[in-house]
């Protein structure tokens, strides 16, 4: 069983940058791939970033490749999104997930609670 709680959300001016993170518990977590969703109102979940169990392999939606860095330290069994030039349409509640290296939301099987990121114009 894996638990994950994420942090680091807040109120931003677009162009800034924020990190957020995924703190996990559980011995197990480091045998799992790590990715980020979003959702923001009114629209469905989306695939964000992702990063293997090791750390050596990631991938990224198109709409975030270049301005977001998604990183783990599995010593401290956390997981990092490092955001920059933040844009209006980033805002979105943020979930992290941990499950199989894939970007489908359904190859995950647990998920945090979420945190919100909000970039103001």
């Known amino acids: 069983q894996v638990q994950l709680v994420e942090s680091g959300g807040g109120l931003v001016q677009a162009g800034d940058s924020l990190r957020l993170s995924c703190a996990a518990s559980?011995?197990?977590?480091?045998?799992?791939?790590v990715a980020w969703f979003r959702q923001a109102p009114g629209k469905e979940r989306e695939f964000v970033a992702a990063?293997?169990?090791?750390?050596?392999?990631?991938y990224y939606a198109d709409s975030v490749k270049g301005r977001f860095t998604i990183s783990r330290d599995n010593a401290k069994n956390t997981v990092y999104l490092q955001m920059k030039s933040l844009k209006p349409e980033d805002t979105a509640v943020y979930y992290c997930?941990?499950?199989?290296?894939?970007?489908?939301?359904?190859?995950?099987?647990?998920w945090g609670q979420g945190t919100q990121v909000t970039v103001s114009s």
């Open positions: 559980g011995r197990t977590f480091s045998r799992y791939a």
């Open positions: 990063i293997d169990w090791s750390g050596a392999s990631t």
């Open positions: 997930a941990a499950g199989s290296y894939v970007k489908s939301a359904g190859g995950y099987d647990y």
